[in-house]
């Protein structure tokens, strides 16, 4: 439920932080795509946590009440940091050119904090919440609330997901997860995945897929 979209999330953000960290505040191309990156980063993450807390929150609860109280709080604090941060992300490009080192570096340092927290919260979700669902629910249950969770979500951001995803995870998930899509996806959105893809992957990457899936 949690593994292969949390490992996207991971290298979502720590790339998104690798380019706050380095950006150059002179450079307007550079700080509005980087910017631009970031903003898209928290406006994903506020999707992410509401999906778990329509499915996978909801599901929990159903049958073991309380048992996702410390993910669902935590969603709250998240919540209240991502707004802060777009507000953060929001003002740099707007203030005066003087005070932007001083603007970009606190970005940089509350960026960090969010992505330090989310860390450690996606590791409970992915051991505890797990638990608590295996425990409750069968595998053909779990596949249900999961692919009810996915059919909520709107075509642009499966493109999101995929791109983040599919070079974040392993061959053999990464293979396992493109050959669901070349099954059940049309022909025409399954090569709009792979165009969006194959940029992030390397040779080798993209040999093992090929040759995996059929390609």
Not at 86 to 101: G, H, K, Q
Request: glycine share 4%.
């Amino acid at each position: 439920m949690y593994a292969a979209i949390h490992k996207a999330l991971r290298s979502y953000m720590m790339d998104t932080l690798f380019r706050t960290g380095r950006l150059d505040v002179g450079d307007a191309q550079e700080m509005a795509a980087t910017l631009a990156q970031a903003d898209e980063l928290l406006a994903f993450c506020l999707g992410h946590l509401v999906h778990e807390n329509d499915f996978v929150h909801t599901a929990i609860e159903a049958r073991r009440p309380g048992g996702a109280a410390r993910a669902a709080d935590e969603h709250v604090e998240h919540v209240e940091s991502i707004e802060a941060l777009r507000a953060e992300v929001a003002a740099l490009p707007l203030a005066p050119a003087a005070a932007r080192p001083a603007l970009a570096l606190r970005l940089y340092h509350h960026l960090s904090l969010f992505v330090a927290e989310n860390f450690e919260h996606m590791h409970f979700e992915e051991t505890h919440n797990n638990a608590a669902l295996w425990a409750l629910y069968s595998d053909a249950e779990l596949v249900a609330i999961h692919d009810r969770l996915l059919a909520s979500i709107a075509p642009q951001e499966h493109l999101v997901v995929a791109r983040w995803m599919l070079p974040a995870v392993s061959p053999a998930e990464r293979a396992a997860i493109v050959g669901g899509m070349k099954q059940s996806a049309p022909p025409a959105a399954f090569q709009g995945v792979l165009a969006v893809v194959r940029p992030h992957l390397d040779d080798s990457a993209w040999l093992k897929l090929a040759a995996a899936v059929d390609l």
